[in-house]
Structure formats: C-alpha cells, structure tokens
C-alpha cells in the first residue's frame, strides 16, 4: 500500500488503507463545528457534505470555473482572536501556510496560479474555529503511536516491515479545525464556496509535542479538500479515491519543486525530515519552514 499518506494533510489515504474495523477508533476523535462567520459573501447556496472526521456545506458554480484558466491565491488569514493562546505567531502562521501550500498544489494541476491582480478566480481563505491538540495527553503515546506516522507517509506494510505497528492515541485533546474560503471571478462574484470542519481522530492523525499540531495537519487536508473541489467542480467527499502519481509523491511528500512556480512562496513540503520529525513527534515548526519569497 505504497503511500497512502493524504498528502500536504493527515486523514483520507490513511483512513482508506485502514479499512473496515476501524469505525470505533474513529469515533474517537475531536468536536467538529461549521460556523458562519460573515468572511464568505454569501452562504444560501452552500449544501451539506461529509465524511467520517470532516464536514462541509458546498457551492460551486462548475461552469464558470470550466472557462476560468488562471487563478491567485491570498494568503489565508488565521485571526489571533480565533487562535487563542494555546499557539504562537510562528505556529499560526504555519497552520495557515499549510492550508495554502496544499492549496495551491492542487490548483496547480487545472489553472495557472498567478499572483497578480489580474486572474480569472481569486481564492481566499479564513480560519473561524481553532481547537488545540492537548500536549500531555499526546505524548503519552507518542512512543508507542509513532508507527501511525511510519503508515499514513509509505504504508502499513512498510511499518510492519519496521517493527512498527499503527497503536491508536489516547483519545484525548485531539485537535479540530474550521475554514470558510470562496473563490470569487473577475467581478467579485461567487464562483465557489465550502465552510469546511475538521476533526483529528486517534487511528490516523500523528502525536506530536504541540498544540498546534492536529490543526497544520488538518489545515493541509482542508487545502487539498478545497484545492480539489476547485480543480474538479467534484465534492471532494464523493470523489473516487486514487493512487498517488509520482508527482504528488515529489512534491507532496518529498519536498521537491512545486510544479507551479508561483507555488514557491509557500515554501515546500518538509520532506524527509517531516517524515522523520512525525516519527518523533517533534512540533511542526521543527521541520516545516513555511513560507518564503516568491522564487521565478
């Protein structure tokens, strides 16, 4: 089962490969609320879709995202009032980094993402809800859940093959997430829309030694979710699942060049050393540089 990681996130491949037996673990997992904040222009068109640990309510307008062809990306906001204390600067800035880089990598595979003014869509997000991953409690399993990671980046079979066997975490303080993003035309009209809700669950999403941790993993499930959605017009909850290519393998997980330039500026994946840090349980911030300067 060759990566059946969810890249740039932590939740769907994995859950895949875990199969029926794992609907109790599943159930062990953080609260999940949709809000609505008044951050989209409009919500009456928005539907209900969902998963086992995400919920969203959608809108998309599929054929006028069928003649768009480029797209800008602002940079997702994560207000300091919705963050709370339980995280720093440097970790919400992360968390809403993920969300983009994902975001983009996924955008980068339909349009030609820009960063001028001038493009056929302009995409932005907003975090409305943040819940913190309970320190104490993930690392008391951080030693014997480090397999988790070893699955969800190249497979159980290569965890087995390790010695390492996915143990669920103590469902206990796992973390959640809340997104509302929109991408709006040329005339500032709503061409698509998702308030998005995620939970951490305690079969698939890594213990790590920070708070911040089950939100960067979720705001990189909420880019690929959006990104997708976009790319596709398809709710990304119906959507068949697929084997990753070698170049969501590349550039997800290893770390390697976007395929977009444009791409750059939310820096790239942490790669190996992700894969390593997960392993440990070492904080996001260790092994994630987040964004950087536009590179040509």
Do not use: H
Not at 38 to 55: F, Q, V
Not at 114 to 134: I, P, Y
Not at 186 to 195: D, E, G, I, L, S
């Amino acid at each position: 089962m060759w990566m059946l990681r969810r890249f740039e996130g932590r939740g769907r491949w994995a859950k895949a490969a875990a199969g029926i037996g794992v609907t109790a673990l599943l159930a062990g997992c953080g609260t999940i609320l949709l809000n609505e904040t008044g951050s989209l222009t409009r919500y009456d068109r928005l539907e209900a879709s969902s998963e086992s640990t995400t919920r969203a309510r959608l809108y998309v307008d599929t054929a006028a995202l069928a003649e768009a062809r480029t797209v800008r990306i602002i940079p997702a906001e994560f207000p300091v009032s919705v963050a709370g204390p339980d995280i720093d600067d440097v970790e919400r800035r992360l968390i809403a980094n993920a969300a983009d880089r994902a975001l983009c990598y996924e955008l980068s595979l339909r349009y030609d993402v820009v960063s001028t003014r001038k493009a056929d869509l302009t995409v932005r997000a907003v975090v409305t809800r943040f819940a913190s991953t309970n320190v104490p409690a993930a690392g008391t399993t951080i030693a014997t859940s480090a397999g988790i990671s070893v699955a969800s980046q190249l497979g159980v079979g290569f965890a087995t093959s390790v010695g390492r066997v996915p143990i669920p975490r103590i469902p206990i303080g796992l973390g959640s997430l809340t997104v509302e993003a929109e991408a709006l035309d040329r005339r500032n009209q709503q061409r698509a829309a998702m308030v998005w809700g995620g939970a951490a669950n305690a079969f698939t999403n890594q213990a790590r030694f920070s708070p911040a941790s089950d939100a960067y993993d979720l705001a990189g499930e909420f880019g690929q979710d959006f990104g997708g959605f976009l790319a596709t017009g398809v709710d990304p909850f119906k959507a068949p699942y697929a084997i990753p290519n070698l170049n969501r393998i590349r550039v997800t997980v290893l770390g390697e060049r976007p395929l977009d330039p444009d791409c750059e500026r939310f820096g790239r994946a942490p790669g190996i050393d992700g894969i390593i840090g997960d392993y440990l349980g070492l904080p996001p911030d260790w092994t994630d540089k987040g964004a950087r300067p536009f590179v040509d």
